[in-house]
């Protein structure tokens, strides 16, 4: 090619072609993100709250709806394809990414309505995060009431990241995905109401920690770069069918990808971020990382290892076990002597990670589908987890120190019960949600040949078990401190969050079939290439 | 064992069709959904269910009863071979290739579990009625009991693994949540954490069992399992048996899984008698016996069972022999009797029906006693130690009068039960044959002199002797809700081993699902002739140690005047010097490793997972930069690590 | 092989090898001085080093477009920002140094030798081929080519960080921007206030009769202690900075901030793992 055509070629260049239909649920979320930025500037303070909450429900049942009208096109699975790569080849819509996203949109509700409660007196975040801790300015803002309201945007916007980041077709979009969904995270946990220097702590930590995972992970796209000469992911692919010269670049870009996804993932040894993450940022806002960051990461790192890195399941078998098996074992073990509600369930969450990594070892459409199932319903209870966390005050704020919850049973048996009923699911206790997800992440890592990793995921479970119950014996069976927490009666969002999150767990206990059956058909044809 | 014994039982219990139910058997699920429906109304109902909380609570068992018996029938008017039915409720989980059914499977095994679940369940609840009645909770407990029989339900009618799973954690929670009912008291608290505890191990096993199942057979449903079993080889059947062992021994309370039992016992009387006698520990047994075609393709896991069962009845009886609570020596011996159940199953299909049929003779005895142990306590101002009682007999004759008949039956004198169902386990251990069998049976055989030393301590201590009552006691008889369930349970405890054993009635009914034993070599052998001698034996030290000091002239005593006479000769000196001290050393040697043993190994367990969970925790410094180092070393290793696979 | 020589032959000669090898010292050394430099405006500078040898790395390979973007942006207006903020906080303000976990250093040394070794047989071991043809891809079509890949196969992506500026902006201001919510006091009211407090007089500005006239530097007085009204309190209360003695013998204008307490504000006293 000369030069002269190359201009030629370059002055004429075809207009992308961009599936608008396709991509629309993730439009729509963007629109609704950047809707709330013009009402952050448009609209007076009073009436923001109103508008945003409008904006940001109504965006996310825009795109529940627009997500099962893509999932429903016939064509898009036609003659057994498993989906259509969109947008120039930067986005994959198939089975698995149609259900994550869904999954990541109703969770979303879910925190939004935590996010937005204000039902006593005020929202759980910070009135000036400009005004120093402890300042006069601080104090006049809160006796104000104000709140940031900013909150909305952001929400939308990470919310936006977090559906785009498992259906990136290329490592390019999955990077600017990753930032566009840590991003307003790293500023979420900073806006705090109350105890505003764990707060800050946590988002300092979150983003330096985050931007030191990001690295790896661009260093790793860089050495898969230097591999296969592209981003993309089927040409990743096919490069390790074929070129077997240089293999040295793919494996140490796998690592270094995996290390970047597996941060996000809160999988050990790249945790420590979790625990301080988790206990310092607005409870609502941890509920938001702890169900929808971790859907949103767990699929991009299925895409990203059963596509690129699918033909080399046996070459990236070993490691995953390790971390499986750590991350199992640490959570729940370092779990037990936690004496923060948050920090024990963040432990959890670590734990729970290592238990859909076992599915993820298995490589195989059963495991993806036990994923798919695990993170829907592990989301859903913990959002309601996390819900009950909220509602139990003391006059400094929420009164998280487990010591404070003894006798909880006794003084509001219902939230201690729903909090009990939690805590039974994530021990997989059965006729809870949680066991189905368990069994189904076991039943498949069991089927894939990894019956050790099963043995240990079940002992870890035992263990986890332990911590649940201990705090189960601690609301019920322990007497009441006498300066303890009063629980605050759930306003109408926050009791729709623990109400839906307690359905979930119910319904999805006794009878997980539908969901199940929609998580294998979605992961029938596995991801598209 | 001989070769047809072996050979009998994989034909008979993997090759039976099981038939979808029809005509009333289909209702078979309402079984499970009346107690259901009841806990939801009781706990969910809050206090405006309080007025007639435990009306619903007795009825709904009851009407379970109704079905019960009704699908019996119905399956009586089948022949032999077509008794097990299933009942499809619906599809519970399908994961890919993999599919479970919700459904029941109906057959002579579960059946039996059935009615006495709901017989037995809804005598308990009637007697809690009169017991829990100054309780303000009493509609909580009624809500808790009533999730307990349908789990307990759940658990035996499931037609497959998973399902049974189910039931087994929820008896499990239940069990829980009765151990802790009076939560006012730490020790209850402690009580219902260490049963949540220990029972996680057995769960582990379990859980894994199933794990292993789906990896070999790619199913759980009992059929599919069974009918593979013979295929998947002797090692994955030994697995899968010491794993189901594993959890058998936590939910049966059997040695090394026993510790929880006894502090269980923090639970209001009822629940005793229920869950922690009659039905749930029983548990483990029905585990090991619906597993019979899994357990009769290993010898080792067999032989596991068999050791199990005989050190833990012997563990129990002694334990038994230890404890003043009334009701810590009932559950010791509940241990040790359901270590006669564990060793008839692990003797294969030569115990498997032996061990059922002592499972519900037990559960009629043993419900019994617990009630009247109940029962006075209750008019005892819940005092339970035994040396605070004696002579109740005079003001409690009912009660009395039926923990006597209790006590009959479980130390095995014709023509109580426990005769009937005891002494074949005892022969069909000696049966085993080889140096293990005659191990088996002298323990079994010794066992049941052990028993009859300290239920008749029990009894004489607590109906007979001195009134040694607290100052502010005045016991009276308890009112008829709480005589009538125990005289009902005292009449099964008299006649049901009778009725179930003579003419081969139980074994035949039941020999389709666990294949039969040999034919019995009529009523009195010379195993038989030992055993009551021991009985006798036993209950004559007891007399001579507890009965004849304070009081001459018991009805035990007049009962066997002649070997007491004799016995009498040798002395308190002999007593003394043959079994008191060494039986004193014993039993003090076996609590010494009760608490110290099998506890130190939970408790030190527990303190090396606290202990890692410490060290681990100082790593989370709270320091950013020390964050990115672990980071980086994870880097390091991750990157090693793949680059080493390509090596 | 060596993968730098495979880059550097791949491209325009000899002149390029010479250029890479230049830069490549240079750029690592920066880049080395930027961790270690315990003062924030000589990292600064080092940063703008690193940066600028990128950018005539990216030239010489071929990229031009990309050279001019990592001056423009990086070079020009991120690290200017950097430097302004480095001004207003105070120019020769120093972070602590001193290492306050024992084996970090240590620890953090043999992690980042290993993974650099580990990465570097990476490298070494691939075998990396002639790279393709200098065709037009790079040089005088370049700027064209990456337009091309922008706006058909990369448009969404592109598009997409509009969604992250987006979020940065908002981000700045939710962190940075305080709204009123009290009435601006009036010029009246202003010098109302003054008048009745301590100061009617303007305060004495920052560096007056010191050695250095940075932000955070206190006026002295005349008798040679410092002022610590000249300083803005939030500058004041900032650890490490305004520690400084001004001149020998003269005694520290304000008590020094507790050092070696990086880990962050910590306000609970019930975190894991105590500060040592």
Redesign the interface.
Known sequence: MTSLSGALAAATITPPHIEYGQLSPLLVVFGAAVAGVLVEAFVPRERRRAFHLVIALGGLVAAFALIISVAATPSLFAHGSPGHVVAMGAVGVDGPTLFIQGTIVVLAFVSVLLIAESSHGVSPFAAQAAAVPGSAEEREGLLRGISHTEVYPLTLFAVGGMMLFPAANDLLTMFVALEVLSLPLYLLCGLARRRRLISQEAAMKYFLLGAFSSAFFLFGVAMLYGYSGSVSLSAIAAAAATNVSSATLLYAGIALVGIGLLFKIGAVPFQSWKPDVYQGAPTAVTALMASCTVVSAFGGLLRVFYVAFGQLTWDWRPAMWGVAILTMLAGAIIAITQTDVKRMLAYSSIAHGGFVLTAVVAATAAGLSASLFYLAVYGLTTIGAFAVVTLVRDPAGEANHLSKWAGLGKRSPWLAGVFAFFLLAFAGIPLTSGFAGKFAVFQAAAAGGALPLVIIGVLASAVAAFFYVRVIVLMFFSDPAPDGPTVVTPGLFTGAAVAVGAAATLVFGIAPEPLLALASHAAAHLFVR | MTGTLAGLPMRAASALPTLAAVGVQRTAWLMLVFPLAGALVLLLGGRRTNRFGHVVGVAMPFASFVVAVITFVAMLGYPASQRARDVHMFTWISVGGFHVDAGLLVDQLSISFALLITGVGSLIHLFAVGYMSHDPDRRRFFGYMNLFVAAMLLLVLADNYLLMYAGWEGVGLASYLLIGFWQYKPSAAAAAKKAFVVNRVGVAGFSVAIMLMFATFGTVTYTGVFGQASSAGRGTATALGLLLLLGACAKSAQVPLQSWLLDAMEGPTPVSALIHAATMVTAGVYLIVRSAPIFNLSMTARLAVTVVGAVTLLFGAIIGCAKDDIKKALAGSTMSQIGYMVLAAGLGPAGYVFAIAHLIVHGFFKAGLFLGAGAVKHEMNDEVDMRRFGGLRVVMPITAATFTIGWLAIIGVWPFSGFFTKDPIIAAAFAKGGISGALLGSAAMIGAGITAFYMTRVLLMTFTGHRRWEPDAHPHEVPPVMTSPMIVLAIGAAGAGAFLMLGNRFVDFLSPVTGAPPASRGLITPVSGATLALVVLGAVIAWAMYGRREIPVTAPAARFPVVAARKDLYGDAVNEAVFMRPGQWLTRLSVYFDNRGVDGLVNTLAATVGGSSGRLRRVQTGFVRSYALSMLVGAVLLVGVLLLVRI | MNAAHVLAASTVGAGAVVAFWILAVISVAAALGLVLAPRAVHGAVLLAVVMLSLAVLYGVAGAPFLAFVQIIVYTGAVLMLFLFVLMIVGVSAADSMRET?RG?RL??GL??I??LV??A???G?????PA?PA??NY???NV??L??LI???????FE??S??L???A??A???????R??PKPSQRDLARQRVRGDHPAPLPGPGVYARGDAADMPALLPDGTPSPLSLNP?MARRRGSAIRVPGPGVPAPLPPGEPGKD??????P????A?P
């Open positions: 976990i970090q620890a953090a992690a980042g290993g993974l580990l990465l047989l990476v490298v071991h691939a075998a990396i081929g393709a065709g037009s040089g005088v079509l064209q080519r337009a091309q706006f058909t196969r990369y448009v969404f992506p997409l960080t969604a992250l987006i979020t940065a908002l981000g201001m939710v962190l940075a921007h305080r709204e919510t009290s939030v880990g962050g504000p910590d306000a609970e019930d975190r894991e793992g500060h």
